[in-house]
């Protein structure tokens, strides 16, 4: 299943199922390169910033998938699916 084409509806929006990891790094995936199209710093900031924290959701997903009680609050180390291995 592909993430392009994604509406936020059916991204889970509204929805109480649990986003998993690999999900969450596509959409940080998509929002970069999103904001490699985008000219005006303002806007590109924000989607950098929309895909910074979808990868820190997807390291939070990754922990809940392996059953971890507790997660840091914050990651400052950039996550990628070789980390979720």
Excluded: W
Aim: hydrophobic share 40%; glycine share 8%.
């Amino acid at each position: 299943m592909g993430v392009e084409g994604t509406t936020a509806a059916s991204a889970g929006q509204g929805s109480r199922k649990r986003a998993d990891s690999e999900s969450l790094l596509a959409l940080a995936d998509q929002a970069r390169r999103n904001a490699g199209r985008v000219r005006d710093p303002d806007i590109k900031a924000t989607i950098l910033t929309i895909a910074e924290r979808l990868e820190r959701l997807a390291l939070r997903a990754h922990e809940l998938e392996r059953g971890a009680r507790s997660a840091p609050a914050f990651d400052t180390q950039k996550i990628s699916s070789k980390n979720l291995s």
